[in-house]
């Protein structure tokens, strides 16, 4: 854990471009108008970020500062108006877990994997084998409704790891859910992370996820979204909602947010 | 349960005001009326509910098969929904009872103007919810499909297709309460057999209570079709039944 921690900045510069490596620089996105007569929305206006290959970044911010838009940049669904993103293939994972209701839990998990080309049994056969591994035994047919939320968000990050990316940009992931099984699903999450690291961009507007979650945490301005102050999470994994220095940084994130 | 009451406290009403109020037959005729012409015109009420029947099912069958097709032609399209969706709105207000009898004289008294007008009518009822579901399926859903390189006809496949199938049974459920008016209206305009022709007659025969019969069959036939493709949907389609979000 602690290696992963301090190794990207001592990683070599070969290993970092197919590890995964996130580089935003100066970008600027404008959103046109959503009414007649309304000026155009700045999402962001010159924001810079550099995330090391199996890094966990932790975006927070007030709502609507742009991070949403942060992350669909650097999937690539979208283009910057100004300035460059330089990213890995990044999976998305949103706030809602967007499960197709008609398909079993390990199809909705290999979804991925079928536009890929993978054949049905096969794709099914491999997003069931991680399933068992997140403590989905026996869930692998049910379909959405039948499963629990903290489920369906194991489910939708199922599907996020099995696209197979080097990044995996997480909207939000456990917004939807209640304090108890969030708390839960982010023990879970940084367990799952330390056994398959990926890098990590992680959205929220929850300090104390974006602690216990990350290397590192980036706090943006309300709109148009800048970057105001940067964490560094030098904490031991597992760790402790509790822990004094955790109980520090997240005061200090709250503070460089203004509240 | 209810609704099996308010049946049998109409068709028990409607026997005591005909058998007490001296109503002649041929005007309302009681319910035990029809029920005999039910048992003693079966044969003449069969084969024609036979030919109706036909009408009505090959007809929705091919209004199903146009209507799909031309919601996803729309749907892929954004030319074909401007020219053509206007197109299939003004389709619907053209009214049957002049239609008909042109498509006689276009197809002669067989089955096909029977079929075509059947299929005319309920062509619109399955476009429109079809065309709706498709169209809602959410765009962050669309949003993840591109994220992981899926083609436009992935999409579509994997996820747009199976959104848009509770459309096509609302469309098809739709079309069985209209497709039974429109084969009548089809029949009373040129032909020789069917449950439509068979009221034609037998109204000017002083025959109401074989009228009322084949209407009872008629309404049988479309709500036996309904609760058909209500359990069909069910059984295809069981997650836009089962109740969303009970788990914890």
């Known amino acids: 854990m602690q290696t992963r921690m301090t190794a990207p900045a001592q990683a070599p510069p070969a290993e970092r471009a197919p590890g995964g490596a996130v580089t935003l620089r100066d970008v600027v996105k404008t959103f046109a108008a959503q009414r007649r007569g309304a000026a155009p929305v700045t999402a962001l206006d010159g924001l810079s970020l550099d995330v090391q290959p199996q890094e966990i970044v932790a975006v927070v911010g007030p709502s609507g500062c742009g991070k949403t838009t942060l992350l669909e940049l650097v999937c690539g669904l979208i283009a910057p108006d100004a300035g460059g993103v330089d990213a890995a293939p990044a999976a998305l994972m949103a706030q809602r877990d967007l499960l197709l209701p008609w398909a079993g839990a390990a199809d909705n998990a290999a979804l991925a994997l079928r536009v890929g080309g993978v054949p049905r049994d096969a794709a099914r056969e491999r997003a069931g084998a991680l399933l068992r591994d997140f403590g989905l035994t026996g869930f692998e047919r049910a379909r959405p409704h039948e499963l629990s939320g903290g489920m369906r968000q194991r489910v939708a990050f199922a599907r996020t790891l099995l696209a197979g990316r080097p990044v995996l940009c997480l909207d939000e992931p456990f917004a939807a859910l209640d304090a108890l099984t969030r708390a839960e699903m982010q023990d879970w999450l940084a367990g799952t992370l330390a056994a398959d690291p990926r890098t990590v961009v992680v959205v929220t507007h929850d300090v104390e996820e974006a602690v216990v979650l990350a290397d590192r945490v980036v706090v943006l301005s309300p709109r148009p979204g800048r970057v105001v102050a940067e964490l560094d999470v030098d904490v031991p994994r597992p760790r402790r909602r509790t822990d004094a220095r955790l109980v520090a940084l997240r005061a200090r994130a709250l503070e460089a947010l203004g509240t | ?248």
């Open chain 2, 1 to 248: 349960m209810s609704a099996l009451l308010v049946v049998l406290a109409v068709v028990g009403g409607w026997e005591a005001y005909a058998r007490l109020s001296g109503i002649d037959e041929f005007v309302l005729p009681a319910p035990s009326a029809i029920a005999t012409a039910l048992v003693d015109d079966r044969a003449l009420l069969w084969t024609n509910f036979a030919t109706t029947a036909g009408e009505i099912a090959v007809g929705i069958a091919a209004a199903l098969a146009l209507g799909l097709g031309c919601a996803v032609a729309i749907h892929f399209s954004p030319l074909l929904r401007r020219g053509l969706y206007p197109l299939l709105v003004g389709s619907q207000t053209v009214p049957i009872p002049i239609v008909a009898p042109l498509l006689v004289v276009w197809f002669g008294f067989g089955l096909a103007p029977k079929i075509a007008i059947v299929a005319l009518v309920c062509f619109f009822p399955i476009v429109v919810p079809t065309l709706d579901a498709l169209g809602r399926v959410d765009a962050d859903l669309r949003k993840l499909m591109r994220s992981f390189g899926a083609s436009r006809w992935q999409t579509f496949r994997i996820v747009e297709a199976p959104a848009a199938l509770p459309g096509l049974f609302t469309g098809a459920k739709l079309s069985v309460a209209i497709a039974t008016i429109a084969a009548v209206l089809a029949e009373q305009a040129g032909s020789e057999e069917g449950l439509g022709h068979l009221v034609v007659q037998a109204l000017p025969q002083f025959q109401t209570a074989r009228a009322y019969a084949a209407v009872l069959l008629l309404s049988a036939f479309a709500v036996a079709l309904f609760a058909l493709l209500s359990v069909a949907e069910r059984r295809l389609l069981p997650w836009t039944v089962q109740p969303r979000g009970t788990a914890t």
